[in-house]
């Protein structure tokens, strides 16, 4: 059985940075895609960044590109999200979600993500 657990989340001003963490288990093969949606209050869930496990390739919403990095600790068992440069508008609650197979952050889908954790709450104070 997956289970992600996300952590990390918190209050910072704008400008100011943060790190997500989301440690996994239970993947039986290397073929899978983890990372991070969010949900801002009145929005649908959005798609920000995953990475493929298989070739470690990554993907970003074109709304985090320059300010947020996808890595990956295999070894640990982890994913995490830089987030520097925070604005007020990436304030939403930030879930880990995996898929088995290769990314599909590209369709903006959370419904092709068949694993999720609980979400962590980030706010960026203007």
């Known amino acids: 059985e997956v289970q992600l657990q996300a952590s990390g989340g918190g209050l910072v001003q704008a400008g100011g940075s943060l790190r997500l963490s989301c440690a996994f288990s239970?993947?039986?093969?290397?073929?899978?895609?983890i990372g991070w949606f969010r949900q801002a209050p009145g929005k649908d869930r959005e798609g920000v960044s995953d990475?493929?496990?298989?070739?470690?390739?990554?993907i970003y919403a074109d709304s985090v590109k320059g300010r947020f990095t996808i890595s990956s600790d295999n070894a640990k068992s982890t994913v995490y999200l830089q987030m520097n440069s925070l604005k007020p508008e990436d304030t939403a609650v930030y879930y880990c979600?995996?898929?088995?197979?290769?990314?599909?952050?590209?369709?903006?889908?959370?419904?092709?993500?068949?694993?999720w954790g609980q979400g962590t709450q980030v706010t960026v104070s203007s």
């Open positions: 979600a995996a898929r088995d197979g290769p990314s599909a952050l590209y369709y903006n889908d959370a419904d092709l993500y068949d694993y």
């Open positions: 990475i493929s496990r298989s070739d470690g390739r990554t």
């Open positions: 239970g993947f039986t093969s290397d073929d899978y895609a």
